[in-house]
């Protein structure tokens, strides 16, 4: 093989590749020696296995690929692959190439025209027979075969169709492929059970089992409250008898798609055209107002129409990509198939869809199925038709089983159950569970399409798709390929080139001409290539159908700005890279299960690619350290303080999840929230808590600190005439940004980042250290993160070095030192990095005491990624047999020491300024939710004491800051369950509560605003003891003291303005707002994140007495 043609690196032999001379020559003799004895005992004749098709993308250039769509005929067989071979160079093109268009539309000639087909197309019905949802089926070409001539179906199927035993998917294709491939047949067509002649959905991509087909159909979907939304977790779709649960769990999926699309909407709002539906009142009988049922339809039409945009990108994206034989992990295919025709209501080169018979054939999944889809649809089978045998089951005990299903079935969508699945008192149903239905189909390996590769207990289905197919007169299967505009295939050996195969199928047909559609699209050859490896002619049969329905749409021209508002457009039409390599349906996961699906993890970005560890997908080698590949870990909510209590104070069961990030940006080291080891977290907390609290009189000038750099701010802007200020980034955050950078960090140089700058960046490796960031964002979130914590660690050795080489400590002055602090008078100095980095610097010598040596130090779990630790020379230093090599141990020990010092500080003074972000994040939302009118008696008190400014109202002003935080904007925590063995561990709840079973693995969310937000307490009350609120157990609030003296004081700098009030325009917190949340019972992380900017309008300010 050239080293072109393997996606794999020098070295590493593909699971596809082919093999070698030797391996291919010992199987020969192998063969050789047992075939006699196979025919011996009546076995039939044993094939080779086919070597997989590789595609070369040598062959693809764009002069061959342009060629292919200036002759009359495709050779979609040519030894080139030309046609796959030009996907393949398509897809390794930059975004910005000019060669990229070029490809695309010679594609899109390729399947996109309808100028080849032979003949008028025919309606099946003769009355012509089209209702609003409904409209005849047309035959595409018309048959010339004779139907009574065709040979058993039953024959068919054992000789063609029937897999002996199921066969894994070589490359690695998923289950979730057939639940998605299922879904979209779902969406385009929809036999009439009565004569079979219509198709009662439309032709496109429009999740019709979604919404239903009609507005009739939509009431049985919607919530109609003014919002636009779906009612929570439920599906139009009614063919649920055969339905896999990974069907139905993608459906929920969407449900819930549309219903955060729909709650954006609202709350952005654009143009102020709708209201909040609860500030509307009801009429007189209690039903909507007509302005709400009005909005509700605009909303909803909205929503509905960027949530099938989005879909039909999955499709194009995501499905189309592994059917032209692309693999799901590698470059992106890009084909971006609507942006062109978007909002256009002329279109070129565009035709109308119809429901042609012969593309209904194509969407028939039964040789995909993983081996979980084959188990579930036995066990089905066996429940639904008793002890009858399989084999023996007819059309007519189907039809008769459909009708029993359809009387006993509950129609009600919004109560019906889903496999696998209950319902909350919500609606609802849980995400952990809907997760698992979904990440198992991810787990499994698809089945291999092929000749014989239909599992047993589907040839019901199989041969009731063969005699639909004969009673619709379908054409032949070459002439279907005519109609394509692909060469006609000469023999059955050419069809399929497994010469048992080819045998059978001439003793069935004779003649190739003689070749039924349906059995030729499911018994052909693979394609080839990495993707699908469906048939040659299904491959482009589907192309043809999914292209057309995608461009020939009529809702083409409400893809506008105007139309989809910039939010929703940005949506559709602009591409973010989440590190999918162009995948949409992992952002659909992101967005809608946020906690089970986390945003690096293999499982999350690549749900057409098979978990299991036996598979071997293509391009594995792509995926980086910053891919994870465990399966998410199952999320359980802790909803009492006693149960939050019990986990967060035993570091030894449920362990942080935040060490992975800290130690990400922390040069492998981390910092105290990722620190489960009792002796490493306690050493660093007495080194941080030294340096920056070595005693009151240090906390009482950094309250003073922020006292004055707050007034002065706010001074300098009402001074200047201006009456409207940002509180938030020009007050709260520049306050911080300075004491951050006088403080621990050191002020940049003039050619570096500002204050200002500096705490952007802080900010943005805060919210990446929590997961803050948007799903969506998530991935280039932490690259930036990445980048920045490199600039910022950068400057800070640059601090100690400085401050290293002139505080070198004498033995004497550190006995001087000691003494001094003992009695209090250690001498701080000005403010400024210098007193803080010399603390730090001399208290991490004295915490290393704390270990016998370098060997405990390096055997601390929780240091285990430190990079220093991993230097290559450290090896070396153990054992020393002569003086020369003790000498090198020495000075290698040395340089250790040094590096290690170097690496522990600066991850703990970037540690400490990351976490004073949430200074900003505290104070900020307390501003915004006090500003709100529904708390204008609480405003107006914290305004008074603000003006009097006694620092004895400080704990009081401080208990209004608590309860915002209990109120608005509870935050959560957590924790990954360690070491409780196989049988599980319980957490007692308590307060009504059932107690929590959890196991090894299990994700854990204290849930503050279910432990602190009682329904008896929903009143502000400053006296309220909820000190747990700032953190319990092994890692409360370190900083905890300065976070009692300083917030306070910034809250009381801004109170004190005068007639202080919100600008028009922006929402507060704790007033009525739109439902963000689509159905997860955790609270969005994001939902609760504090404003980085809010401006407000003051008269003037008030200049308090300094006390």
Request: aromatic fraction near 8%.
């Amino acid at each position: 093989m050239d080293s072109e043609e393997s996606d794999s690196p020098v070295g590493e032999v593909p699971p596809n590749a082919a093999r070698p001379a030797s391996q291919s020559r010992l199987q020969s003799v192998i063969t050789s020696a047992i075939r006699p004895i196979r025919n011996a005992l009546g076995y039939p004749e044993m094939e080779a296995p086919a070597e997989p098709k590789k595609i070369d993308p040598a062959k693809g250039t764009f002069r061959a690929f342009r060629k292919l769509a200036q002759g009359q005929e495709l050779d979609d067989r040519d030894p080139n692959h030309v046609f796959f071979a030009g996907m393949k160079t398509m897809s390794t093109l930059p975004d910005n190439s000019s060669m990229r268009p070029k490809f695309k539309d010679i594609f899109i000639k390729l399947v996109n025209n309808n100028q080849r087909l032979s003949g008028t197309p025919r309606s099946l019905d003769s009355n012509e027979r089209q209702l609003s949802h409904s409209c005849p089926y047309v035959q595409r070409v018309a048959n010339h075969s004779n139907a009574s001539q065709l040979p058993d179906t039953s024959q068919v199927f054992d000789r063609l169709l029937s897999a002996p035993e199921p066969t894994a998917h070589i490359n690695a294709v998923s289950g979730m492929v057939v639940a998605f491939a299922t879904l979209v047949s779902l969406c385009l067509y929809r036999t009439d059970p009565e004569g079979g002649q219509c198709n009662e959905t439309s032709p496109y991509l429009d999740l019709s089992p979604l919404y239903g087909n009609s507005r009739e159909d939509q009431s049985y979907v919607r919530s109609m409250d003014g919002r636009g939304m779906l009612s929570p977790d439920c599906f139009f779709e009614d063919r649920l008898l055969f339905l896999t649960p990974a069907v139905q769990a993608l459906l929920i999926l969407w449900n819930r798609n549309h219903n955060y699309i729909a709650s954006r909407l609202l709350s952005n709002n654009q143009g102020k055209r709708w209201e909040e539906p609860s500030s509307v009142a009801p009429l007189e009988d209690g039903s909507l107002s007509q302005q709400l049922v009005d909005q509700d339809d605009q909303i909803f039409d909205k929503a509905r129409t960027i949530n099938c945009v989005i879909f039909k990108n999955v499709v194009i994206e995501d499905f189309i990509k592994g059917i032209v034989g692309l693999p799901n992990i590698g470059n992106k295919l890009n084909l971006d198939l609507l942006a062109d025709i978007a909002g256009k209501t002329s279109k070129e080169n565009v035709s109308e869809h119809k429901s042609y018979v012969e593309f209904s054939l194509l969407h028939h999944w039964s040789s995909l199925a993983s081996q979980d889809n084959i188990s579930w649809m036995q066990n089905v089978l066996e429940r639904t038709f008793g002890t009858k045998n399989l084999d023996e089951i007819t059309p007519d005990d189907y039809k008769t089983v459909l009708d029993n299903y359809k009387h006993e079935t509950d129609t009600n969508r919004r109560r019906r159950e889903v496999p696998g699945l209950r319902r909350g008192h919500d609606g609802l149903f849980d995400d952990g569970d809907l997760a698992k239905i979904l990440q198992d189909a991810t787990y499994k390996v698809a089945g291999a399409p092929r000749a014989r590769g239909v599992p047993r207990c589907m040839q019901i289905f199989e041969l009731m798709a063969m005699q639909q197919a004969r009673d619709w007169k379908v054409c032949s299967f070459n002439q279907f390929r005519k109609s394509l505009g692909l060469k006609a295939l000469n023999s059955f050996n050419e069809w399929n080139q497994a010469h048992e195969v080819a045998v059978a199928a001439q003793s069935l047909y004779r003649n190739i001409e003689n070749l039924e559609l349906y059995v030729g699209l499911q018994a052909e050859d693979s394609s080839p290539g990495d993707g699908f490896g469906l048939g040659y002619t299904m491959t482009f049969g589907l192309l043809v159908d999914l292209v057309g329905s995608l461009r020939g749409d009529p809702s083409l021209s409400q893809y506008t700005r105007d139309y989809m508002t910039d939010w929703g457009y940005d949506q559709c039409f602009v591409n973010s890279d989440i590190g999918a390599f162009g995948a949409v349906l992992p952002k659909v996961l992101l967005r809608n299960l946020p906690y089970d699906y986390p945003y690096d993890n293999t499982y999350t970005l690549f749900p057409f690619t098979a978990q299991d560890p036996q598979c071997h997908p293509p391009n594995a080698s792509h995926l980086t350290d910053l891919y994870h590949a465990r399966r998410p870990s199952y999320t359980k909510v802790l909803q009492t303080q006693k149960a939050i209590s019990q986990v967060l104070n035993d570091p030894n069961h449920y362990v942080t999840c935040y060490s992975r990030n800290l130690q990400t940006i922390l040069g492998g080291y981390g910092f105290l929230l990722g620190f489960d080891t009792g002796k490493i977290h306690d050493a660093d907390l007495r080194m941080d808590l030294h340096a920056l609290l070595p005693d009151r009189a240090t906390l009482l000038r950094y309250v003073e600190y922020f006292s004055k750099t707050a007034d002065k701010l706010i001074h300098k802007s009402c001074d200047s005439g201006n009456r409207s200020i940002d509180v938030v980034e020009d007050v709260i955050a520049a306050t911080c940004a300075q004491w951050i950078c006088d403080t621990m960090y050191g002020n940049p140089a003039p050619n570096e980042e500002n204050p200002h700058q500096v705490f952007k960046m802080l900010h943005g490796l805060y919210t990446f250290v929590f997961d803050l960031n948007d799903p969506d964002q998530a991935w280039d979130a932490r690259l930036r993160a990445i980048n920045d914590s490199k600039k910022l660690i950068q400057h800070i050795e640059k601090e100690l070095k400085e401050t290293l080489s002139r505080s070198e400590e004498s033995t004497k002055e550190r006995i001087s030192r000691v003494l001094a602090e003992a009695r209090g008078q250690f001498e701080v100095g000005q403010l400024s990095p210098f007193p803080f980095l010399t603390r730090l610097a001399m208290k991490h010598i004295d915490t290393l005491r704390k270990f016998a040596d370098w060997d405990e130090i390096r055997s601390v779990s929780d240091l285990r990624h430190v990079e220093v630790f991993r230097d290559r020379f450290w090896s070396e230093t153990q054992r020393p047999r002569h003086v020369a090599e003790q000498i090198m141990r020495a000075h290698k020990l040395k340089k250790l020491e040094k590096d290690f010092e170097r690496t522990r500080i600066t991850a703990n003074v970037l540690g400490l300024c990351i976490m004073s972000v949430q200074l900003v994040q505290v104070c900020a939302h307390a501003i915004e939710f006090y500003l709100n009118d529904a708390r204008s008696k609480a405003r107006e008190e914290i305004a008074e004491l603000s003006r009097k400014n006694n620092a004895t109202d400080n704990p009081k002003i401080m208990g209004y800051i608590r309860e915002s935080q209990r109120l608005g904007q509870p935050p959560g925590l957590f924790r990954i369950v360690r070491g409780v063995g196989s049988d599980g561990r319980p957490i007692t709840q308590g307060a009504g509560q059932p107690d929590l079973m959890v196991y090894d693995g299990d994700l854990l969310f204290a849930n503050f605003a279910m432990a602190f937000m009682r329904p008896d307490e929903p009143n502000v009350e400053p006296s309220r003891q909820t000190l747990a609120i700032q953190g319990l157990g092994f890692h409360v609030c370190p900083g905890i003291k300065l976070v009692e003296e300083v917030l306070p004081e910034l809250l009381k700098s801004v109170f004190r303005m005068e007639n202080l009030r919100i600008s028009d325009g922006q929402l507060t917190a704790g007033g009525s707002t739109s439902r963000s949340d689509t159905g997860s019972r955790i609270q969005r992380r994001r939902a609760a994140h504090a404003p980085l900017s809010l401006r407000v309008n003051v008269s003037t300010y008030f200049d308090p007495p300094r006390l």
